[in-house]
């Protein structure tokens, strides 16, 4: 039977996991890997609809709809691009998944964790990454990349982003075995050698 792989690409705003994500797109391809990129908010159809909701709507959100938006999309994105992708045999490149829910809604918004965790799991139906890479970036290096034009959710502020990254940190600790730690302050090459080495264990 064909194994699939399911990797899932995490980090508060501004941490460059969407240019390493496209990097190790173009590797794995090289190597004859069959690759999938999606995103969670709104990799396609209704979840980009969702997307639109959650980045640009201007009016009041309450932090437990926001949280409601974001399983939704989970629960579809999984259903269906990741699972059938994975039945395929494919590896599935994910930017953002269930920690981003943990880390933005939990530690973030401060909803409580353990329930946030169950609802993850009910949006996934129990299905977890087999390795998820945190990048990991202070609020100056983030700023920069970020830049100007800010959506609704970078524009939560200093004391928001540092829980965000220092939740991720937390999780991080909690599960060594599925999730990595990147240190992103460093150039794009640098970052995706280390990429790479953790990326060339899991491929063993
Ligand atoms: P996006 O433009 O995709 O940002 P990035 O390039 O940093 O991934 O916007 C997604 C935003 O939504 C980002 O600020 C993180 C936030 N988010 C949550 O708060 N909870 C979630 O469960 C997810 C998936 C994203």
């Given at each position: 039977m064909k194994k699939g792989l399911f990797i899932?690409?995490?980090?508060?705003?501004?941490?460059?996991?969407?240019?390493?994500l496209n990097l190790l797109k173009e590797y794995l391809e090289q190597k004859g890997y069959d690759v999938v990129l999606?995103?969670?908010?709104?990799?396609?159809?209704?979840?980009?609809?969702?997307?639109?909701?959650?980045?640009?709507?201007?009016?009041?959100?309450?932090?437990?709809?926001?949280?409601?938006?974001?399983?939704?999309?989970?629960?579809?994105?999984?259903?269906?691009?990741?699972?059938?992708a994975i039945e395929e045999g494919k590896i599935v490149l994910?930017?953002?998944?269930?920690?981003?829910?943990?880390?933005?809604?939990?530690?973030?918004?401060?909803?409580?964790?353990?329930?946030?965790?169950?609802?993850?799991?009910?949006?996934?139906?129990?299905?977890?990454?087999d390795l998820?890479?945190?990048?990991?970036?202070?609020?100056?290096?983030?700023?920069?990349?970020?830049?100007?034009?800010?959506?609704?959710?970078?524009?939560?502020?200093?004391?928001?982003?540092?829980?965000?990254?220092?939740?991720?940190?937390?999780?991080?600790?909690?599960?060594?075995?599925?999730?990595?730690?990147?240190?992103?302050?460093?150039?794009?090459?640098?970052?995706q050698?280390?990429v790479l080495n953790v990326i060339e264990q899991i491929l063993k």
């Open positions: 899932t690409f995490e980090g508060a705003d501004g941490c460059g996991k969407t240019t390493q999606t995103r969670e908010p709104g990799a396609k159809g209704l979840g980009v609809k969702i997307r639109e909701i959650l980045l640009n709507y201007n009016g009041e959100v309450s932090n437990r709809c926001e949280s409601f938006l974001f399983l939704a999309d989970r629960a579809q994105n999984i259903d269906v691009i990741v699972n059938p994910c930017d953002r998944h269930t920690d981003s829910s943990v880390a933005y809604q939990g530690y973030g918004r401060g909803l409580d964790i353990e329930q946030i965790k169950t609802l993850n799991n009910l949006a996934t139906g129990g299905k977890t990454p998820t890479l945190v990048f990991d970036v202070d609020i100056e290096t983030s700023m920069k990349r970020v830049g100007n034009e800010k959506d609704r959710m970078e524009s939560a502020g200093t004391e928001f982003f540092n829980r965000v990254r220092n939740g991720y940190l937390e999780i991080a600790k909690q599960e060594p075995g599925r999730i990595k730690v990147i240190d992103s302050t460093k150039s794009i090459e640098d970052v050698t280390q």
